[in-house]
């Protein structure tokens, strides 16, 4: 098959985008129920390219993909503490580089006077 089309998983997933030879290829979203949501790039049916994908925990990481991992700058943002993030370079799944992190507001502690 080669063209737009969707392909249902056994275990629930679905796969919407491009098709090449039978591959996922191009432009697509994937949802795999017990981890998360994918939607971005394809390349012989391997996540590859930028993308962004949703955990069923609620973090979100945008960037960029090779061969199904993490691999190049991303920013993985956190859902708890909600607006943490994480900007750090990738190589092939493992975090290489922490450039920044932020998003997370001091407690407030009830020992301070605040005006």
């Known amino acids: 098959r080669t063209g737009r089309g969707a392909l249902a998983y056994a275990k629930g997933g679905r796969y919407e985008g491009d ?6 290829h191009g432009n697509g ?11 971005g790039q394809f390349k ?31 920013t993985l943002y956190l859902a708890k503490p909600k607006g943490a993030f ?7 799944g493992k975090q290489r580089q922490l450039r920044r992190v932020g998003g997370v507001k001091k407690p407030w502690h009830s020992c301070c006077c605040h005006a």
């Open 44 to 74: 012989e049916g391997r996540m590859h390219g930028r993308g962004k994908y949703t955990y069923t925990n609620g973090d979100v990481y945008e960037g960029t993909y090779q061969d199904d991992k993490k691999h190049g700058r991303g």
């Open 19 to 24: 098709f090449l030879d039978g591959r996922r």
């Open 29 to 39: 979203s994937m949802h795999l129920p017990s981890e998360g949501r994918y939607e």
């Open 86 to 92: 994480q900007d750090a370079d990738w190589e092939f």
